[in-house]
Nanobody, 114 residues
Framework: QVQLVESGGGLVQAGGSLRLSCVASGVTVSLNTLDWYRQGPGKQRQLVASITGGGLTWYEDSVEGRFTISRDDVKNTVYLQMNSLKPEDTAVYFC????????WGQGTQVTVSS
């Protein structure tokens, strides 16, 4: 049974940093592509960053240079390091593992105050 458990969200001032974690079970992160999505108030869910099984990464334009996706294969965990946070980064952040699992975590709230 696949489980993705996110943590690390919270309230931070603009310019601050947070590191989100996504602990996976039932799926091996080093063999799959995992994504971080976010959904802000009144907005559609948006892909923010991805990491493939081979370690290739992709970032949405608005977070390029500020966010870093990485993983720890021993801990079977994917991270999202978020620096220089802006109020527009406020959202619920979700971890997602792609096909064939197509599974979402429960999300973690990130709130950035101005």
């Amino acid at each position: 049974q696949v489980q993705l458990v996110e943590s690390g969200g919270g309230l931070v001032q603009a310019g601050g940093s947070l590191r989100l974690s996504c602990v996976a079970s039932g799926v091996t992160v080093s063999l799959n592509t995992l994504d971080w999505y976010r959904q802000g108030p009144g907005k559609q869910r948006q892909l923010v960053a991805s990491i493939t099984g081979g370690g290739l990464t992709w970032y949405e334009d608005s977070v390029e240079g500020r966010f870093t996706i990485s993983r720890d294969d021993v801990k079977n965990t994917v991270y999202l390091q978020m620096n220089s946070l802006k109020p527009e980064d406020t959202a619920v952040y979700f971890c997602y593992v792609r096909f064939p699992f197509n599974y979402w975590g429960q999300g973690t709230q990130v709130t950035v105050s101005s």
